[in-house]
């Protein structure tokens, strides 16, 4: 299956592939044909199989866990961020961690830095989404970066949400946050690989 989002640029690829053809222009044909390839490829959004447990938190990406780390490191009782990479190859489809109605969908304007900086959580453009769900309350950015200009979100405020549903993309290579209470047991580490709506990164307590 192809995201909605992906199917004017592979559209955009395909008339040149095609136009060449036509006019015997073949590198024009080749470039057409490849970029047509690579933006199936980019936007390609497979079914998950998401995880009946309902206090698990489940990954908003496919990627790498690159930080896990609070945000005050001198607060035992600071929230989380575990921030997972993108590289263009990964799938780019965004779901919801858990089930919960959206508070607050907010958007900021901001740079476009390497997404595996760690100062790309705080200074890219980003969109943040609040969900409040019955056992905890999160937050999940969708942050642009250095390939990655445009960030689309589904959602709005007051929508509700199942686990693992879709709720956005961002287009090429990217970065995606969440802000998790304290009281979670993280089940995953630097450099461990997800895939969003089927890996459990973590699971509330209580």
Not at 105 to 113: D, K, M, Q, T
Not at 155 to 172: L, P, S, T
């Amino acid at each position: 299956m192809i995201v909605r989002d992906g199917w004017p640029y592979i559209a955009g690829a395909l008339l040149p592939a095609l136009v060449g053809t036509w006019l015997h222009l073949w590198p024009v044909s080749l470039v057409g044909l490849g970029l047509t390839l690579f933006f199936a490829y980019f936007f390609r959004d497979p079914d998950r199989t998401i995880p009946d447990d309902e206090r698990a938190i489940v990954s908003p990406a496919d990627g790498r866990v690159v930080a896990v780390t609070a945000l005050d490191p001198n607060d035992p009782r600071s929230p989380v961020r575990l921030s997972i990479f993108l590289s263009p190859f990964d799938v780019h489809v965004n779901r919801a961690p858990m089930a919960g109605r959206i508070a607050a969908v907010h958007h900021r304007r901001g740079r476009f830095l390497p997404a595996l900086r760690a100062e790309a959580s705080v200074e890219n453009e980003q969109t943040e989404i609040r969900i409040v769900g019955e056992h905890a309350e999160l937050i999940l950015r969708q942050i642009a970066g250095i390939l990655a200009r445009r960030i689309v979100c589904w959602k709005r405020a007051g929508d509700f949400v199942h686990k693992g549903e879709r709720i956005g993309v961002i287009k090429f290579g990217s970065r995606t946050d969440l802000i998790l209470p304290p009281d979670v047991e993280i089940l995953v580490r630097v450099g461990d690989r997800v895939l969003g709506g089927s890996t459990i990164l973590a699971r509330i307590q209580g």
